[in-house]
């Protein structure tokens, strides 16, 4: 079993900068082909918010675009750089990683329990 655990979540004001980061651990050896971030906002389903590959390419919703930047290291730890926040921008944070165990063919998807963002003045 793999865990995945955000943190950085927070107030912030609008207009603001936030960081998200998680990381995934388990006990056996594993690769991330892909890692997301989607958010849920209050009464609202959740949506798909950045996407970065194992080999860096990366694609954003289009209401992000331009403000929030994802990234990865090899230390199996994804970040969501959040510049100028706005309050719909409020929501809870999931990370989701695609992760293939070393000794199988495929990978699945595990998630986070998700990190709350609150932008408010």
């Known amino acids: 079993q793999v865990h995945l655990v955000e943190s950085g979540g927070g107030l912030v004001q609008p207009g603001g900068s936030l960081k998200l980061s998680c990381i995934a651990s388990s006990g056996s050896e594993f690769s991330i082909n892909r890692w997301s971030w989607y958010r849920q906002a209050p009464g609202k389903e959740r949506e798909w918010v950045a996407t970065?590959?194992?080999?860096?390419?990366t694609d954003y919703a289009q209401q992000i675009e331009g403000r929030f930047t994802i990234t990865s290291d090899d230390s199996n730890t994804v970040y969501l750089q959040m510049d100028s926040v706005q309050p719909e921008d409020t929501a809870v944070y999931y990370c989701t990683g695609n992760i293939r165990y070393i000794t199988d063919l495929h990978g699945q998807d595990y998630w986070g329990k998700g990190t709350l963002v609150t932008v408010s003045s």
């Open positions: 970065i590959t194992a080999g860096g390419i």
